[in-house]
């Protein structure tokens, strides 16, 4: 079946670094606009960053510019996240989805979200 897998997760310290991979399998993933997103604690779900279906465009939420970067490996059907700098507020679980980019912002009609991989920035 078609599905996209995130993992990864664990828990770094503040400052540390972590990349996440998000395996696609059943399709091509080069044929869709991939997002990863996250959800802290009592905190409603937001997109992180997305990676373009066309020419690899990437976009980033305000709070990870700079620190977060996503591409593609169409060799392995994956999209990672590399994450450096982690602060304590990235503590959350990160699940990646087809997207879509609306006004710069990364969106996804996903539903069913899984377990995705948690990241823990603590000290």
């Known amino acids: 079946q078609e599905q996209l897998v995130e993992s990864g997760g664990g828990l770094v310290q503040p400052g540390g670094s972590l990349r996440l991979p998000c395996v696609a399998s059943g399709f091509r993933l080069e044929y869709y606009t991939i997002g990863w997103f996250r959800q802290a604690p009592g905190k409603e779900r937001e997109g992180v960053s997305c990676i373009s279906s066309t020419d690899d465009y990437t976009y980033y939420a305000d709070s990870v510019k700079g620190r977060f970067t996503i591409s593609r490996d169409y060799a392995k059907n994956t999209v990672w996240l590399q994450m450096k700098g982690l602060k304590v507020e990235d503590t959350a679980v990160y699940y990646c989805?087809?997207?879509?980019?609306?006004?710069?912002?990364?969106?996804?009609?996903?539903?069913?979200w899984g377990q995705g991989t948690r990241v823990t920035v603590s000290s």
């Open positions: 989805a087809t997207a879509d980019v609306v006004g710069g912002l990364c969106i996804t009609d996903k539903h069913d």
